[in-house]
């Protein structure tokens, strides 16, 4: 193993003393191109240009000498040091950070990002990185090649964001540009890049306890209240709106707390709620951290729906439409929930393939249908009838007893059978 690995951030400014010292005493240095002809790197020292980094960490592992591992701001941060840190390679690290390009890029916009949600795009995950901009009003996004600002911008047709592209940051070529995400895809970008995307109101609005002292937004995080599955009467107009042609009954708080539990919901995937109603189920998967699509065919429900997202602080998308067809121009699913609409409906989600599925039949026949074509896709298919009965106190005493009301509810659900 080498005898010194010393990791530098460096964010084009003039090395530090300590930077300097370890690259005057290196007898082999990892790095970019334009690092490496940027920087005092010895002419005796073995030059790597640092594109797998496992490779270049089995290298080092086997280099007798000092050795220097230049990389982007922080190391430490979305950077090589974790790689380097694998118990396989057996390297103690020395790490000289500097800014990160993440705060370089905030500092650029002039933008706090103690609040921000900062994720990567590297290694495939760029779906799930613009899941994450869907339900955040405030992301950077560290791209990658093949994943960069007009691929994220084509990810989120439809989604208002204004995009902050820093390219090149703490070099002569430097460059900030600030632009609506419909604009991003007309352009050809540079890598590296960082990416903020801005926009959205719900959670801007909401009281944000953890503002000021918690950094980001942590998975599962209540808002402006605390719990989930909350009472029906939380939501405004919880429902649809009494009379409307095959209204059905809110869901019940015991129902939306298993259907949420079956969904699985969590940062990075996107749900879709088709027959939402006035959005109770669909708030309470965006408060977990997804990315929401809700699919209603009232406009009056649509619209109930926006105003108790933004009353809980979250963002979820509001389409409206009902029937297989509307389904067709919206973006993958990772889990999906049929609050109503029909078998011909479940089949059309089923077609596009969530990893997660839930269904709400209104009969015992209706049930038997749905289970079929879950199993019949592919899925591991399984369900319940839930009957609650509310609890009331005893006129006298302090006693409970059963109240009047007994409610019931048929739940199906599927997982992907790997």
Not at 162 to 179: K, Q, R
Not at 326 to 352: I, T, W, Y
């Amino acid at each position: 193993m080498a005898d010194r690995i010393t990791v530098i951030g460096w964010d084009g400014t003039p090395p530090t003393e300590a930077a300097g010292a370890a690259l005057a005493a290196a007898t082999l240095v990892a790095g970019a191109p334009y690092q490496l002809n940027a920087l005092p790197v010895p002419e005796s020292a073995e030059r790597i240009t640092l594109g797998n980094v496992r490779q270049a960490a089995r290298r080092i592992a086997e280099h007798r000498g000092a050795a220097v591992v230049v990389a982007e701001g922080d190391p430490g941060f979305f950077g090589v040091v974790r790689t380097l840190r694998r118990p396989e390679f057996g390297l103690e690290l020395e790490v000289l950070p500097a800014v990160s390009s993440v705060a370089a890029a905030f500092a650029r916009a002039g933008m706090p990002w103690e609040d921000a949600q900062v994720v990567s795009a590297h290694g495939g995950r760029l779906r799930r990185a613009a899941n994450i901009c869907r339900a955040h009003p405030k992301v950077a996004v560290l791209t990658a090649p093949g994943a960069g600002p007009a691929e994220l911008a084509l990810m989120l047709r439809g989604v208002h964001r204004t995009f902050v592209v820093c390219e090149a940051l703490g070099t002569p070529e430097e460059d900030v540009t600030v632009l609506t995400s419909d604009r991003i895809a007309d352009h050809v970008w540079r890598d590296p890049n960082v990416v903020l995307v801005i926009g959205g109101g719900a959670q801007a609005a909401a009281v944000d306890e953890a503002a000021g002292w918690l950094a980001g937004r942590p998975v599962g995080y209540p808002g402006v209240e605390r719990g989930w599955a909350l009472p029906g009467d939380a939501y405004t107009g919880a429902g649809r709106t009494e009379g409307e042609p095959g209204a059905p009954e809110a869901l019940p708080a015991h129902v939306r707390a298993l259907v949420l539990a079956r969904l699985g919901a969590r940062p990075g995937d996107l749900v879709w709620s088709v027959g939402a109603g006035s959005g109770a189920l669909a708030v309470e998967a965006a408060r977990f951290g997804a990315a929401v699509v809700a699919v209603e065919g009232s406009r009056s429900a649509c619209a109930r729906l926006t105003v108790n997202a933004r009353r809980y602080g979250v963002e979820v998308e509001a389409v409206y439409g009902s029937g297989p067809e509307v389904l067709g121009g919206l973006p993958e699913p990772d889990a999906a929930v049929v609050e109503s609409g029909g078998l011909d409906v479940v089949r059309a989600v089923l077609a596009r393939r969530p990893e997660r599925f839930v269904a709400l039949p209104r009969t015992l026949a209706e049930a038997e249908e749905v289970r079929r074509a879950i199993a019949g896709a592919g899925y591991r298919a399984d369900g319940a009838l839930l009957q609650a009965t509310p609890l009331r106190p005893v006129d006298e005493g302090d006693g409970l007893a059963l109240g009047a009301g007994t409610t019931g509810a048929l739940v199906l659900w599927g997982e992907q059978i790997v």
